[in-house]
């Protein structure tokens, strides 16, 4: 069988592998920007502002700062898809499982499905922004010139 360009080999472990770093990836640099902003804004970090349904919104100066953090994370674990993952392809299927993971996180430590609307409308947006700017990432590197040496290689 003759090579491919770009060609890739069904591999589970570098997936789980590849899925787990990313997961750690997202609360490690949502807990930085959580505790970063939160020292902007006097308030201290904790799991309630990651997982709580409820304090997300506009009324509340956590809930904005966490709101913030949200997106500020999307941006920088669209960083880690360009990183980690490196194909355009696959940013929207990572970037769903990373959302989908913590969206069962949510569930487990509220005991209660998410249910508030700014809950909902902040992870859609985030899912969108981390999907997008990874795939514009991956895909500026995947488009990149290929160098061709036209020179000869011997004086005949």
């Known amino acids: 069988m003759a090579a491919q360009f770009r ?3 069904w591999d589970p472990a570098l997936i789980v592998a590849q899925m ?3 997961q750690a990836a997202y609360y490690s640099s949502l807990g930085l920007w959580l505790a970063l902003l939160g020292a902007l804004g006097r308030t201290a970090p904790s799991l309630q502002q990651i997982f709580s349904d409820e304090i997300l919104g506009f009324s509340t100066p956590p809930g904005r700062l966490s709101m ?3 997106v500020l994370n999307a941006l920088t674990c ?5 990183y980690f993952i490196r194909r355009g392809k696959q940013c929207l299927d990572f970037t769903v499982t990373v959302h989908f993971f913590h969206l069962l996180a949510c569930w487990i430590y509220n005991s209660h499905f998410p249910s508030t609307l700014t809950w909902w409308l902040v992870h859609i947006v ?3 922004l ?3 700017i990874g795939e514009y990432l991956c895909m500026r590197i995947e488009l990149k010139e290929i160098p061709l040496n036209s020179a000869p290689k011997s004086n005949v």
């Open 7 to 9: 060609s890739y080999v």
């Open 20 to 22: 787990a770093l990313l």
């Open 68 to 70: 913030m953090a949200f």
């Open 78 to 82: 669209a960083l880690g898809l360009l």
């Open 126 to 128: 985030c899912t969108a």
């Open 130 to 132: 981390m999907a997008v």
